[in-house]
């Protein structure tokens, strides 16, 4: 069935940049919700950024805490999920997961419960 792995985590310095990738194998409807979330610990798992696309049109949707700040994007050949992290903050630390969803809304849900498929989730930690 789908599965989801993530790479590209790891330390960086406040200020700087990290891109995320979520690859996606055994999605059927390609225009389905994807999203990335993030949690610490003793939190709730947060919608981050999501994406629609149908090959046609493309939506995406932010957290307001990150937009302006991060990029989330698909490869159009594989199924691969970005999120381009910029001008990062101690507050950004966290476990970042990726996650697809059944549905197809527009925009794009950053609901916990509207998502079924979820990655191990990969660490991003952020030093001042």
């Known amino acids: 069935q789908v599965q989801l792995v993530e790479s590209g985590g790891g330390a960086v310095k406040s200020g700087g940049s990290l891109r995320l990738s979520c690859t996606v194998s055994?999605?059927?409807?390609?225009?389905?919700?994807m999203a990335w979330f993030r949690e610490i610990p003793g939190g709730e798992r947060e919608g981050v950024a999501a994406?629609?696309?149908?090959?046609?049109?493309?939506?995406?949707d932010y957290a307001d805490d990150v937009d302006g700040r991060f990029t989330i994007s698909r490869h159009n050949i594989e199924t691969i999920v970005y999120l381009e992290m910029k001008n990062l903050k101690p507050d950004d630390t966290a476990m970042y997961y990726c996650?697809?969803?059944?549905?197809?809304?527009?925009?794009?849900?950053?609901?916990?419960?509207?998502?079924?498929?979820w990655g191990q989730g990969i660490q991003v930690t952020v030093s001042s």
């Open positions: 996650a697809t969803s059944p549905r197809r809304a527009r925009p794009p849900s950053l609901r916990r419960r509207d998502y079924n498929n």
């Open positions: 055994g999605l059927t409807f390609n225009d389905a919700n």
């Open positions: 994406i629609f696309s149908n090959g046609k049109v493309r939506h995406v």
